[in-house]
């Protein structure tokens, strides 16, 4: 989809905290820098960090602004503006 368009548009693709597996239980709110290697992850989660990964990918290919957000990033933002 994002390959379809225009250079300049946006494309916002929902991930989970999951992709990060049991890299993620040392952290009460899980960084990005987390680290995706492979730690018990789902076939399911992988799926979602290879996603990710295509946003990034076509994004920069095409010149459009590509963001991945989990439900957690979503809460958070919608916390801070109250």
């Not at 368009?5 to 990060?20: C, E, M, N, P, Q």
């Not at 799926?47 to 459009?64: C, D, F, M, W």
Request: hydrophobic share 35%; net charge positive.
């Amino acid at each position: 989809m994002v390959k379809h368009l225009r250079s300049g548009a946006a494309f916002i693709y929902a991930s989970t905290k999951d992709v990060y597996g049991a890299n993620a239980e040392a952290y009460r709110e899980v960084p990005e820098t987390c680290a995706t290697d492979y730690s018990g992850q789902t076939a399911l989660e992988w799926s979602k960090l290879i996603g990710e990964r295509y946003t990034e990918y076509y994004a920069h290919r095409q010149n459009v602004r590509g963001l991945h957000l989990s439900p957690v990033q979503c809460l958070r933002a919608a916390v801070r503006r109250k």
